[in-house]
């Protein structure tokens, strides 16, 4: 079955540097997202993005934090200057099509570790 | 804006036991749909059962199924026969129906441990 694939599993980066979180969608999947978990916290939404602009962003996806689709098959976000606090496991997820009801399959996740 | 809340931190259930999942979310929309995913201890949230607000009869898969009570606000999922694999964290999560490609609002989790 076809699987969302996200790189690398683990980030380790130093505070203020740049950072970028790669995620193959399923290839027939127009609707994707990220979302994070901090440890010990709920998953939170960041972005949605379809037909290559933000559908919907959370107050969390502030200036710092920006999405692409470079090629026909990778989703990457970017994080301009890290911080301590964007310390979190970030997952990727894609559906399907424009009915609401298809559910949408995840990544494994990358760790981000901020030092 | 919508919450989902799970009241459970940590469950047990004995192998082959019948065990539920509390959920409750607040909405003020009528029309939406409710997910349970399961993460296996380093990998991927998978999912395990949805159900569409405007249906009354409640979902089913294998094992799983769910109790659905809308006016209630509650979405317990009831996994029967657990299993060793059964074992992981449980997400209830909501979606609003209004338009295309909505986020997903998760609740806290559940850790779900099963013994043998």
């Known amino acids: 079955e076809p699987e969302v694939t996200q790189t690398p599993s683990h980030q380790v980066t130093q505070m203020g540097q740049e950072v970028i979180l790669r995620c193959v969608p399923i290839?027939?999947?127009?609707?994707f997202y990220w979302y994070r978990q901090i440890l010990g916290q709920k998953v939170e939404f960041l972005v949605s993005?379809?037909?290559?602009?933000?559908?919907?962003k959370s107050e969390i996806f502030d200036d710092q934090f920006s999405v692409e689709r470079p090629d026909g098959s990778n989703f990457t976000l970017k994080i301009r200057s890290t911080k301590l606090e964007d310390s979190a496991m970030y997952f990727c997820a894609s559906s399907r099509d424009s009915n609401s009801n298809q559910p949408q399959h995840f990544g494994d996740g990358t760790r981000l570790s901020i030092l | 804006a919508q919450t989902v809340t799970q009241s459970q931190p940590e469950m047990s259930v004995q192998e082959a036991e019948t065990v539920t999942l509390s959920c409750t979310y607040d909405?003020?929309?009528?029309?939406?749909?409710l997910f349970w995913y399961k993460q296996p201890p380093s990998r991927q949230m998978i999912l395990v059962i949805r159900q569409e607000a405007y249906k009354q009869q409640n979902a089913t898969e294998n094992r799983f199924s769910v109790n659905f009570q809308k006016a209630a606000k509650s979405f317990s999922l009831k996994i029967s026969d657990s299993q060793l694999g059964d074992a992981a964290m449980y997400f209830c999560a909501y979606r609003s129906a209004t338009r295309a490609g909505n986020k997903l609002v998760f609740g806290a989790g559940t850790i779900l441990r099963v013994k043998s």
């Open positions: 909405t003020s929309e009528s029309d939406y749909y």
């Open positions: 290839s027939n999947h127009l609707y």
């Open positions: 993005f379809y037909n290559n602009e933000i559908s919907e």
